[in-house]
């Protein structure tokens, strides 16, 4: 069955610190990875997904297909990227199907 | 064009009683989704429309849930007999399929069954 796990609920660092946000996935063809993100009373929105293989305000994110994990990355985290972050699956079922992860809350210290 | 638009934000209602909520897309966008969302949870898939076809519903989804998209633009979600276990917030998003089909979030309505 296809699954989103983030085994962290809870994150916090400090600014300036490296951040590395976990996602695994269970999927047995070809995924397409997102990672959203939610900020303080603000709607969902997305963050990047992983054919882009873009840096969205200093997120990463890459594919290890070997590994099943999709984690977000940010080498110097800011204030501003507390958040929750959700990790995302999307698979074809003869329509599109979008799963996600419980979610990470990250918490950047000052 | 505001994006996403919800209606009610937020809705009370006794166990037994149905409820109906409106999605509002952004103009022109193809694909309609509807989300439920716990407390402590992800949003979890619901139903999903290409233009007015529900092409995707989730075995989730009790009998007691129904969509539509009656001409390709705003969407209903109607739940019959809440029960206390429906309490959540219903997300809806919509995507524009030859545009990257990125999802677009509406403010979400929350309901809490008494």
């Known amino acids: 069955a296809q699954r989103v796990t983030q085994p962290e609920k809870l994150l916090s660092v400090f600014k300036g610190a490296p951040v590395e946000l976990k996602c695994n996935y269970s999927?047995?063809?070809?995924?397409?990875l997102f990672w959203y993100v939610q900020y303080s009373r603000q709607r969902l929105q997305l963050l990047l997904r992983?054919?882009s293989r873009e840096s969205i305000k200093g997120f990463t994110a890459d594919l290890n297909k070997g590994e099943t994990s999709f984690h977000l990355k940010k080498p110097f985290a800011q204030e501003e990227d507390s958040a929750m972050y959700y990790c995302a699956l999307r698979f074809h079922t003869g329509g599109f199907k979008t799963i996600f992860g419980a979610g990470t809350r990250l918490f950047v210290k000052a | 064009d505001t994006g996403v638009s919800q209606n009610p934000r937020h809705k009370i209602t006794k166990r037994g009683q149905n409820v109906t909520f409106r999605c509002d897309p952004i103009?022109?966008?193809?694909?309609l989704y509807w989300y439920r969302q716990t407390l402590g949870q992800g949003p979890e898939f619901l139903t999903y429309?290409?233009?007015?076809?529900?092409?995707?519903k989730s075995r989730l989804l009790s009998d007691r849930f129904s969509a539509e998209r009656p001409k390709g633009s705003f969407s209903t979600l109607e739940i019959q007999r809440t029960e206390q276990g429906d309490s959540a917030m219903y997300l809806c998003?919509?995507?524009?399929?030859?545009?990257?089909?990125?999802?677009?979030f509406g403010p979400g309505t929350r309901l809490t069954v008494l």
């Open positions: 429309f290409q233009n007015e076809a529900q092409l995707e």
């Open positions: 103009s022109e966008h193809n694909r």
């Open positions: 992983h054919i």
């Open positions: 999927y047995s063809g070809s995924p397409e």
């Open positions: 998003a919509s995507s524009l399929a030859e545009a990257g089909d990125t999802q677009y």
